[in-house]
């Protein structure tokens, strides 16, 4: 089944709606998103010294654009390089912004009801897990809106079934990306 959007639209969507992409982490966390999409969709690829390689530099969506054009400039590059980047030049603003301009004018409480179904019958119930939705959770629980949008006994369900899909292929790229972040919280705190 094709998605109708990206991770990376679908995070948008669920951040936006709870305003909380002022903060520099959704900005980052949408930046990896946009890649975690390019690699699923053959677009980059994720070699075993985890450096990113372009493999076809054309994408219809504006943010994964920006993004191809930045990662296409800088060959063999860590992922853990790329977010530094990120962070230290501000761009992830605006990655963040190109990915939910759009969705913006759409009917945003809809969708992010219809997201937040997608994951519950995914990851609480006996539906097939798409790795994408499981990506995505990652990046909620990173932000900590899983309780925003589940209950607390839902919200607990999901933080094991997550907790157990860690052995999942996209877990790699999340943790990549979650531990760039937390080693730049650090620096930033440090100063």
Same mark, same amino acid.
């Given at each position: ?8 639209? %679908?995070?948008?969507?669920? $951040?936006?709606?709870?305003?909380? /992409? ?8 949408? $930046? /990896?998103?946009? +890649?975690? &999409? ?6 980059? *690829? =994720? ?6 390689? $372009?493999?076809?530099?054309?994408? %219809? +969506? ?35 912004? #190109? ?13 992010? *009801?219809?997201?937040?179904?997608? @994951?519950? #019958?995914?990851?609480? *119930? &006996?539906?097939? @897990?798409? %790795? ?7 990046? =909620?629980?990173? $932000? ?9 006994? %839902?919200?607990? &369900?999901?933080?094991?079934? +997550? ?19 937390? @080693?730049? &919280? ?6």
């Amino acid at each position: 089944m094709k998605r109708q959007l990206t991770v990376a639209q %679908e995070f948008g969507i669920l $951040v936006y709606r709870n305003k909380i /992409g002022l903060l520099y982490h959704p900005k980052l966390l949408t $930046v /990896g998103a946009v +890649i975690y &999409d390019l690699i699923s969709s053959g677009k980059v *690829e =994720l070699d075993n010294k985890n450096r990113i390689n $372009v493999i076809n530099n054309f994408s %219809e +969506i504006e943010s994964e654009q920006i993004v191809l054009k930045t990662l296409s400039k800088k060959k063999n590059r860590k992922l853990f390089l790329w977010i530094v980047w990120y962070y230290v030049t501000f761009n992830s603003k605006s990655v963040y912004q #190109a990915n939910i301009c759009k969705l913006k004018s759409s009917n945003s409480i809809s969708t992010a *009801e219809n997201i937040v179904q997608k @994951i519950r #019958a995914e990851l609480l *119930e &006996d539906g097939n @897990i798409y %790795e994408g939705t499981v990506f995505l959770s990652f990046l =909620l629980k990173k $932000v900590n809106l899983l309780k925003k949008y589940f209950s607390k006994y %839902e919200s607990e &369900d999901l933080n094991k079934t +997550i907790n157990r899909l860690k052995n999942e292929e996209c877990y790699k790229v999340y943790s990549i990306i979650s531990k760039s972040i937390t @080693i730049l &919280d650090i620096a930033v705190m440090s100063h």
